[in-house]
């Protein structure tokens, strides 16, 4: 079983929609949790961290937590063709930098 | 403030040869972490170091190798090169009492 869990999508969404991205992760001792960005090409970039169950809102995005059911989604409003990318889900499981990513779900928002 | 750098940015070698790498984080951060990244296996981890101490380690086999020197900037080494090696090579680095992780742009290596 995988630690981290995404579907690999794409996941195609028109302009102005909702995109939800989740994620679902085994160690249920798990502390932080992370959503980055990535475009082709280029590094991942970190832009979205929850620690706390519940919600958490950021501009368009908004991260969701609920630990009982070792979850975690992204949701991004009012979607841009600028979302287009590969999100990458990432937990870190206690003690020091350990942590797992998911292999990434594309996101393809179309105008 | 300046983000992580990471030299070279591109890399071509043949099998068998050696590599170094090497990362500076952003100033302050002192845990530095590598990760491999392929289109099959997405981004793997590789070792995390925190004040010259390799704190983490991935499922790696021992050709691939770490280093962190004092002023934070790490290195690292992979011998005996295998076409398998190619790859993105992403560098992060974290402050010392949080979490979140901030990439480099990373060194492709290709190995032929």
């Known amino acids: 079983q995988k630690e981290v869990e995404q579907n690999s999508g794409p996941l195609s969404v028109p302009e102005g929609a909702i995109a939800s991205l989740n994620c679902t992760y085994s160690?249920?001792?798990?502390?932080?949790f992370f959503w980055y960005r990535q475009y082709s090409g280029k590094s991942p970039e970190l832009i979205m961290f929850?620690?706390?169950?519940g919600d958490k809102e950021d501009g368009r995005f908004t991260a969701q937590l609920n630990k009982a059911s070792q979850y975690v989604s992204l949701l991004i409003r009012d979607s841009q063709p600028s979302d287009s990318a590969t999100y990458l889900c990432?937990?870190?499981?206690?003690?020091?930098?350990?942590?797992?990513f998911g292999t990434g779900t594309k996101l393809q928002v179309i105008p | 403030k300046a983000g992580v750098t990471q030299t070279p940015r591109y890399l071509i070698k043949t099998r068998g040869q050696q590599v170094t790498l090497s990362c500076s984080p952003i100033?302050?951060?002192?845990?530095v972490s590598w990760y491999q990244q392929t289109p099959g296996q997405g981004l793997q981890f590789l070792f995390e170091?925190?004040?010259?101490?390799?704190?983490n380690k991935g499922n790696f086999p021992g050709r691939f190798s770490g280093r962190q020197f004092s002023n934070s900037r790490s290195e690292m080494n992979v011998s005996t090169l295998e076409l398998g090696d190619s790859a993105l090579y992403l560098c992060?680095?974290?402050?010392?009492?949080?979490?979140?992780?901030?990439f480099g742009p990373g060194t492709r290596l290709t190995v032929l």
């Open positions: 160690d249920r001792g798990s502390q932080s």
């Open positions: 100033s302050g951060h002192r845990s």
């Open positions: 929850i620690y706390s169950n």
């Open positions: 170091y925190f004040s010259e101490t390799q704190r």
């Open positions: 992060a680095s974290t402050p010392a009492v949080r979490n979140e992780q901030f």
């Open positions: 990432a937990v870190n499981s206690g003690g020091y930098q350990k942590v797992t």
